[in-house]
T-cell receptor, first 114, second 117 residues
Framework: DTEVTQTPKHLVMGMTNKKSLKCEQH?????MYWYKQKAKKPPELMFV???????INESVPSRFSPECPNSSLLNLHLHALQPEDSALYLC?????????????FGEGSRLTVL | AQTVTQSQPEMSVQEAETVTLSCTYD???????LFWYKQPPSRQMILVIR??????QNATENRFSVNFQKAAKSFSLKISDSQLGDAAMYFC??????????????FGTGTRLTIIP
C-alpha cells in the first residue's frame, strides 16, 4: 500500500462552522505533513509531525489545529475560517530515515469557505 | 534558507518532441535531495524523478532525465517523446537531508507544460 488517503475530497463550510480534514497512510511512515496550496501556486508547508509529535509549525493561525492521534492518522481541525483560507489542502508522509527522501502526497481536500 | 527558482511559468511542446524544464536552487548544504513532481488537473502531486546530491550520475526514469549541475546549483528536467498525459504543472523541489527525517519539501513556483497534439 503506497497511498495517502485524504477525506473529504471537497468541503464547503461557513465561517462559523467547525470541520476536520483527515489523512491516513499505512506505509509505516513516521513523518506526516500538511501543505496548503492556492490556485496556480506551489504548496506551502503548514505543519510537520514526527513520531506523532508536532515538530514544525510554520506560524499558522490558530484557527487551524493539527492532530496526530497515531502513526497512521493526521487530522486538521478547522474553526472560524476566513474566505481567504479557501484552498487545496495536501497531506503527505515520508520515511523518517534517509531512505528515498521523497514525500508521498494524497489527492488533497479542496476547501471552500463561504 | 533554501530557495528554488523555476524561471519558465509556461512551456509548450509538440507531441513526440523533447522539452526541457529549468530549475535552479540555492543552499549552503552539501547533502540534499532534488525532485521533480508533476501535478495534473486531478491535483495529486506525483513524483517524476529524484536526484541525490552526492550522486554525480544524472537520474533517469524512462522518458524523463535530469541534468544535475551541483556547482551551478542547476537541476533541469528533460522529457523525451512527449505524450498528452505529460500535460501538467511541474514543480522542482528541494529537501535537506538530516538525521531527523522530517525535513520539509521546498517547492519552486512551477512550470505549466502544455502538449500540442
Amino acid at each position: 500500500d503506497t497511498e495517502v488517503t485524504q477525506t473529504p475530497k471537497h468541503l464547503v463550510m461557513g465561517m462559523t462552522n467547525k470541520k476536520s480534514l483527515k489523512c491516513e497512510q499505512h506505509m509505516g511512515h513516521r513523518a506526516m505533513y500538511w501543505y496548503k496550496q492556492k490556485a496556480k501556486k506551489p504548496p506551502e508547508l503548514m505543519f510537520v509531525y514526527s513520531y506523532e509529535k508536532l515538530s514544525i509549525n510554520e506560524s499558522v493561525p490558530s484557527r487551524f489545529s493539527p492532530e496526530c492521534p497515531n502513526s497512521s492518522l493526521l487530522n486538521l481541525h478547522l474553526h472560524a475560517l476566513q474566505p481567504e483560507d479557501s484552498a487545496l489542502y495536501l497531506c503527505a508522509s515520508s520515511h523518517r530515515g534517509l531512505s528515498t527522501g521523497e514525500l508521498f502526497f494524497g489527492e488533497g481536500s479542496r476547501l471552500t469557505v463561504l | 534558507a533554501q530557495t528554488v527558482t523555476q524561471s519558465q511559468p509556461e512551456m509548450s511542446v509538440q507531441e513526440a518532441e523533447t522539452v526541457t524544464l529549468s530549475c535552479t536552487y540555492d543552499t549552503s548544504e552539501s547533502d540534499y535531495y532534488l525532485f521533480w513532481y508533476k501535478q495534473p488537473p486531478s491535483r495529486q502531486m506525483i513524483l517524476v524523478i529524484r536526484q541525490e546530491a552526492y550522486k554525480q550520475q544524472n537520474a533517469t526514469e524512462n522518458r524523463f532525465s535530469v541534468n544535475f549541475q551541483k556547482a551551478a546549483k542547476s537541476f533541469s528536467l528533460k522529457i523525451s517523446d512527449s505524450q498528452l498525459g505529460d500535460a501538467a504543472m511541474y514543480f522542482c523541489a528541494y529537501r535537506r537531508i538530516s538525521n531527523f527525517g522530517n525535513e520539509k519539501l521546498t517547492f519552486g513556483t512551477g512550470t505549466r507544460l502544455t502538449i500540442i497534439p
